[in-house]
């Protein structure tokens, strides 16, 4: 417990420069109180202590604005950036290093029973704004864009647009350094619906040089 405590606080000062030391992490951030509130009432129920552990998340989403049910399963080093309007289902999975900004949502999409929540994998990013509805996988090193809406399974190394989600870059490499560095760029994202854009305008353009170009021609031709 106080192991994973260590690295929850770590995990925010490597990721946000605007903190400044530990004991302003502590007193100050209510992403990493909403972590060790929910690291507390997982412990208690786990050991069937359901509605206690239900009060102490009801008191944890009171006094941060985030909710995450005490049944999640949430790694090592999770930095809930801001966090108000974060929600972590009750059959979430989060994984190792994993950045969450404010807004985000890790839901179902109806009344199914059993596993109905996604998976998150090590060392993913989801941007602020951005939906993860249903009981697929997000692997690793991913990134989720800034109010994307993702409906199913996303590859490790992949980052996601739109809505509904679309991937739109994916390569061999980690996202990710070897030191574990997270990609915290939610700017500077691709855009598909412009890149499409241009290349319409593009094959428009192509299209009207060669109509120019026949009609010279047939000018010709005619004189």
Not at 91 to 106: D, K, P, R, S
Not at 156 to 184: Q, Y
Request: charged share 25%; hydrophobic share 40%.
């Amino acid at each position: 417990m106080f192991n994973r405590i260590r690295k929850d606080i770590q995990a925010v000062l490597d990721r946000d420069p605007a903190a400044r030391n530990k004991l302003e992490v502590i007193l100050c951030y209510s992403g990493f109180h909403a972590v060790i509130l929910h690291r507390l009432a997982h412990w208690f129920y786990n050991r069937g202590l359901r509605l206690t552990a239900r009060l102490i998340s009801q008191f944890s989403r009171f006094i941060t604005g985030i909710e995450i049910h005490p049944a999640a399963k949430i790694g090592e080093g999770l930095f809930i950036d801001h966090g108000m309007g974060v929600v972590i289902g009750e059959t979430a999975e989060i994984g190792n290093n994993v950045t969450i900004y404010q807004g985000a949502t890790l839901g179902g999409t109806g009344k199914e029973t059993g596993k109905r929540h996604p998976t998150i994998g090590n060392n993913v990013v989801i941007s602020s704004g951005a939906k993860i509805l249903g009981p697929f996988k997000v692997g690793d090193n991913s990134k989720i864009g800034a109010n994307a809406v993702v409906l199913r399974e996303v590859e490790p190394n992949c980052t996601v647009v739109g809505v509904p989600g679309k991937i739109v870059r994916k390569d061999n490499k980690r996202v990710a350094s070897v030191r574990d560095e997270i990609d915290l760029d939610q700017v500077r994202l691709p855009d598909p619906i412009t890149d499409q854009i241009k290349e319409i305008i593009q094959r428009i353009q192509t299209l009207e040089e060669r109509i120019k170009e026949l009609e010279g021609k047939c000018n010709h031709e005619t004189l």
